[in-house]
């Protein structure tokens, strides 16, 4: 069974630009996560989508969005780009909210 | 609020040695689920292992065992006969097992070194 796959692996983008990053989870899995980490924040949950709705979210401004589509694959926005959104974006997915989260290789954000 | 606390930054281990990365947590929940996750310098989170709060038996999968001691709020990470492919950082977390509001709650992790 294919793994999480996250695309694009990395992107550098400048200030105030938009970035989309997507997300197609473990077939047969209806719940994505996504999560950024850096080095002085650590892991931070962004958020979690199940069967299109989003479920939870994290302490992150309106900037950050996501959505997912009726085939589970999920994308993240995250508009009006600043130095401090450089990171690793993990997207996990899971059969349900309570399951176990598998994990993708991560996209690298670096924003100049 | 959850949060997990792993106090060693880094460790180094000689190979085929036994090693023990500690965990402790907090919550004011009584249903939880406690998970380890390896993550390379490549970056993808691995999965490892998975404790729920009402287990009464010490997961254990492979070489990775869970010394769960839920008085202590501890879920310390074993991993038996290191190999050089055990580098990597190690990272404690939990949730709530209904899923609660917050996703995973992550610690800081430890990075873990297998010299040869």
């Known amino acids: 069974k294919a793994g999480v796959t996250q695309t694009p692996r990395y992107l550098i983008k400048t200030r105030g630009q938009q970035v989309t990053l997507s997300c197609s989870p473990i077939?047969?899995?209806?719940?994505v996560s996504w999560y950024q980490q850096t080095p002085g924040q650590g892991l931070q949950f962004l958020f979690e989508?199940?069967?299109?709705?989003?479920?939870n979210k994290g302490n992150f401004p309106g900037r950050f969005s996501g959505r997912q589509f009726s085939n589970s694959r999920s994308e993240m926005n995250v508009s009006t780009l600043e130095l401090g959104d450089s990171a690793l974006y993990l997207c996990?997915?899971?059969?349900?909210?309570?399951?176990?989260?598998?994990f993708g290789p991560g996209t690298r954000l670096t924003v100049l | 609020a959850q949060k997990i606390t792993q106090t060693q930054p880094g460790m180094f281990v000689q190979e085929k040695e036994a090693v023990t990365l500690d965990c402790t947590y907090d919550?004011?929940?009584?249903?939880?689920?406690l998970f380890w996750y390896k993550q390379p310098s490549s970056g993808e989170m691995i999965f490892l292992i998975y404790?729920?709060?009402?287990?009464?038996q010490n997961a254990t999968e492979g070489r990775y065992s869970l010394n769960f001691q839920k008085a202590r709020k501890s879920a310390n990470l074993v991993i038996s006969a290191s190999q050089l492919g055990d580098s990597a950082m190690y990272f404690c977390?939990?949730?709530?097992?209904?899923?609660?509001?917050?996703?995973?709650?992550f610690g800081k992790g430890t990075h873990l070194i297998i010299q040869p």
């Open positions: 919550t004011s929940d009584q249903s939880y689920g």
């Open positions: 989508y199940f069967s299109e709705t989003q479920r």
């Open positions: 077939s047969g899995h209806r719940s």
């Open positions: 977390a939990m949730r709530d097992p209904l899923g609660g509001a917050d996703g995973l709650t």
């Open positions: 404790q729920g709060s009402y287990d009464e």
């Open positions: 996990a997915s899971s059969r349900n909210s309570a399951d176990t989260q598998y």
